[in-house]
């Protein structure tokens, strides 16, 4: 697998197919591969005529493990997306991001909106402005010597699908309490690109997809049936509609 180096960071990535480039985004505690490679829609995407890229973050998949929530601003994690597209001569690109990843797409779709053709936030509605969501109950659940020891059922969520991907539970508790940054409503109003906001309508962790409509100019949801946040992400509905928005996007 290619990787590239950010400063003394690290990154693993993948750069498949040929056509208009899309920039895949993962979600906490997941990976290029776990996130958007085994769901499908790598092949999905290329079948359609993209050029699917897509990186494992810092302290995820195959990139670099740190330790400090000093190296997981979101800043610096968008950076890293920034960088790879540097990396491969992408000037500009449709991005789609999950949970976490949306966090990420739309800081760069606000802050550095010359890269973006569109944006797809996945997995996070109003909660990328407020409410609850996952925060130091997970990093706390990740640290956690067994999972009988964690009564937080958000905590348990994460916990588990951090054992079932392999991943370094000391990283990912750093991550949670670096990148915890909500948008204000002034910094989502600023994203003007083209945006899809996709979230499953049994998603308890995203929050509403149709108030973050209302704060985010030219954006449009579409609704994931019956899907909470970890199902949602190889739905059908989820990839007709976003290869449906790629498709009417200028």
Known sequence: ????????????????????PIVLVHG?????NVNWVYPTWVSELKKHGKRVVALDHRGHGDSTKLYDP????????????RALMAHLDIERADMMGYSMGARITALIAETQPRLLRSAIIAGLGIGLIKGGGPGENVAVALEADSLDDITDPVGRTFRTFADQTRSDRRALAACMRGSRRLMTVEEAARITVPT????????????????LQQV???????????????RAVGDKVYKEGVLAFLSRRP
């Open 216 to 230: 985010i100019p030219h954006s449009e949801v579409l609704d994931i049936p019956n899907r909470d946040h970890m």
């Open 1 to 20: 697998m290619p990787s590239f180096h950010n400063g003394a960071v690290e990154i693993a990535y993948l750069d498949e197919g040929e056509g208009d």
């Open 70 to 81: 000093e190296d997981y601003h979101l800043g610096m994690m968008a950076d890293d997306v």
């Open 196 to 211: 899809l906001i996709a979230v499953g309508t049994a998603d308890e962790i995203a929050g509403s997809a149709q108030e």
């Open 28 to 32: 906490f505690a997941s990976s290029k």
